[in-house]
């Protein structure tokens, strides 16, 4: 008799702790995201939008040294934006005539469309959609590319190289911090369960804070590299703009 009054009052003390914590995790996954840096914002009013298949794609475009005929165009990381370049923008274009940079669809300022099966292969479709816009499918392109940027860019250079698709021209090609191969990757706790998860990959997504996403992000950089705290924030905003949080593990292939 005891034992079965023990187990009623834990299943009633089991009932209340449900009930208060659906009103408290329904208003964390509500929380707002965070309002954009006077740096993230300026560098939003200063781009542009371009439509792909319906979708808005952000991108940035400076002209930079006259006379020069060299174009960059710059391939960002997961889980970030083309904000990953500001700091080394402006030295950018001071090496080429036009500087370019775009948020791949699901990132940054881009449309983050869910339901949406997201892919490498539609990523480069993308870039090669951006320099069709600017009128620059006929020129010699240089690309600099960064970890999840690093398979887009070997993918646009497979297209180059079997001449697939002809709308773009490699001059050059800098990858820099990718899993270019997979025996040497080592992915993060939080990459793996974000990709192979399952049903806990959307959990995972929706209980993502700056707490977590912080922790997570910055053992990746080196001990003299690490960004700050508001540039951690910057990072951030930037995925929960349009609610990129909820569309995050789909980009994580």
């Known amino acids: 008799m005891v034992r079965r009054d023990r187990l009623r009052r834990m299943r009633e003390w089991w009932v209340q702790v449900g009930l208060l914590a659906v009103p408290l995790l329904a208003a964390y996954l509500h929380i707002p995201p965070p309002q954009l840096s006077p740096a993230l914002h300026s560098w939003k009013s200063s781009g542009k939008f371009f439509t792909y298949k319906g979708l808005r794609i952000f991108y940035q475009d400076s002209v930079g040294v006259v006379g020069s005929p060299e174009i960059v165009v710059l391939l960002h990381g997961f889980p970030t934006s083309s904000y990953d370049w500001y700091k080394i923008w ?55 590319s960064h970890d999840y940027g690093d398979i887009v860019a070997q993918e646009l250079l497979y297209r180059f190289k079997q001449n697939r698709s002809g709308r773009l021209t490699i001059k050059s090609l800098c990858l820099s911090n990718g899993g270019i191969f997979p025996e040497t990757h080592r992915p993060l706790l939080l990459q793996k369960l974000l990709k192979d998860g399952g049903m806990l990959s959307p959990i995972l997504t929706r209980l ?5 996403f912080s922790r997570g992000l910055t053992p990746v950089f080196g001990p003299y590299t690490r960004p700050s705290e508001s540039e951690l924030w910057d990072m951030w905003a930037g995925i929960r703009n349009n609610d990129g949080n909820l569309v995050i593990d789909s980009n994580s292939d």
């Open 208 to 212: 993502m804070n700056f707490f977590v």
């Open 90 to 144: 402006e030295g950018l274009t001071l090496r080429f005539h036009r500087v370019i940079a775009l948020d791949f669809l699901g990132f940054g300022f881009s449309d983050k469309p869910r339901p949406h099966h997201y892919s490498i292969f539609e990523q480069a479709s993308i870039v090669e959609a951006l320099l069709r816009h600017l009128g620059l499918q006929n020129r010699r392109i240089n690309l600099l």
